[in-house]
């Protein structure tokens, strides 16, 4: 018998195990259905399984099988499929219970690995705005990173958003209802919160390069500037931890159902240090040591927490 069919032989034990009795004969307090965090694309990512932020009054539940790869392609898939979720307290407790959302879709983030400066490069093609719904690749604090997983509302040692040691890059956000420049590069820093809106290139694959030093800030699309770029005081420093997602929202939206499912694809990221131009990091080997991280999704498709899917309603 081949490793692969072996590791899906005891996936489907796994999720045969724990998933059919959450949310039926299992309570959704009952440890094995609060076991998040710790799925994984590879050792990298961490593929998010809980309900989106409900302070900007997103309408999502994350779960793990809107992740795919396949062919060397990350793929995030938004429905209008409607999934009981809620979020959780970093020790697994229900920190708010879970109830029926309008959609599902998927949410990635780096596990533990953060940087401060560097070159970001992302191949990656993103929904269309006929969608209403709200794509973003961007980086937080990694003071927020651990909690992230757990729950979308800042908790602990995780600032609100706004407050004086808030920081957050937005390297590609986009944000409904769609028009021709319904894109943007944004820094929060602090009090500082600048936003550049960009027209998107189209639905189709774009190469996407932020360049970020201290007090500089720079976003160029498929080798041509966006017309965007920030410095002094509105760029954060480090370090900061990476997501990948695409959100819904009443208030950011409404997504539009009859354009649902679309998807977020990702062919490659590529993050270099700041010893490299932006230039360089894009000519630079994928085992050069300035090359701080970089995946282009040939490994095996990502795993749910232990193993587990939510269940739909």
């Known amino acids: 018998m081949s490793k692969w069919i072996t590791f899906a032989v005891v996936l489907l034990a796994a999720s045969c195990h724990g998933q059919n009795g959450c949310g039926a004969t299992r309570n959704w307090t009952d440890p094995l259905c609060q076991v998040i965090g710790s799925g994984t694309l590879n050792s990298w990512w961490t593929v998010v399984s809980r309900h989106g932020e409900y302070g900007q009054n997103e309408t999502e539940c994350?779960?793990?099988?809107?992740?795919?790869v396949a062919g060397g392609i990350l793929t995030i898939t938004t429905s209008s499929s409607a999934y009981t979720c809620g979020d959780f307290n970093q020790n697994g407790s229900v920190k708010t219970a879970p109830?029926?959302?309008?959609?599902?879709?998927g949410d990635i983030q780096w596990n533990t690995l953060n940087f401060t400066y560097g070159t970001v490069i992302v191949r990656a093609a993103f929904p269309n705005s006929n969608t209403g719904t709200w794509p973003a690749i961007w980086f937080m604090d990694s003071v927020?990173?651990?909690?992230?997983?757990?729950?979308?509302?800042?908790?602990?040692?995780?600032?609100?958003?706004?407050?004086s040691t808030y920081r957050e890059m937005d390297m590609i956000e986009c944000m409904p209802p769609g028009t021709s420049n319904w894109c943007n590069f944004t820094m929060h820093n602090g009090s500082n919160n600048p936003a550049c809106t960009f027209s998107n290139p189209g639905t189709g694959m774009h190469v996407w390069v932020m360049s970020w030093s201290p007090g500089a800030a720079s976003l160029t699309i498929d080798g041509?500037?966006?017309?965007?770029?920030?410095?002094?005081?509105?760029?954060?420093?480090?370090?900061?931890?990476m997501l990948i997602q695409n959100q819904t929202s009443s208030t950011e939206g409404p997504p539009n159902s009859a354009n649902l499912p679309?998807?977020?694809?990702?062919?490659?990221?590529?993050v270099c240090n700041s010893s490299l131009?932006?230039?360089?990091?894009?000519?630079?080997?994928?085992?050069?040591?300035?090359?701080?991280?970089y995946d282009d999704f040939t490994g095996a498709a990502p795993a749910p927490p232990t193993g587990l899917t939510a269940t739909p309603h």
């Open 62 to 68: 994350n779960i793990p099988s809107a992740v795919s």
């Open 277 to 293: 131009t932006s230039a360089q990091c894009t000519a630079a080997a994928t085992n050069d040591p300035a090359v701080i991280f």
């Open 99 to 105: 109830a029926s959302w309008p959609y599902s879709t």
């Open 144 to 163: 927020c990173q651990d909690q992230n997983k757990y729950s979308g509302d800042p908790t602990g040692t995780c600032p609100v958003y706004g407050t």
């Open 262 to 270: 679309t998807t977020l694809t990702v062919d490659y990221v590529k």
């Open 224 to 241: 041509s500037s966006s017309g965007c770029s920030f410095s002094g005081a509105n760029v954060p420093s480090g370090p900061l931890f």
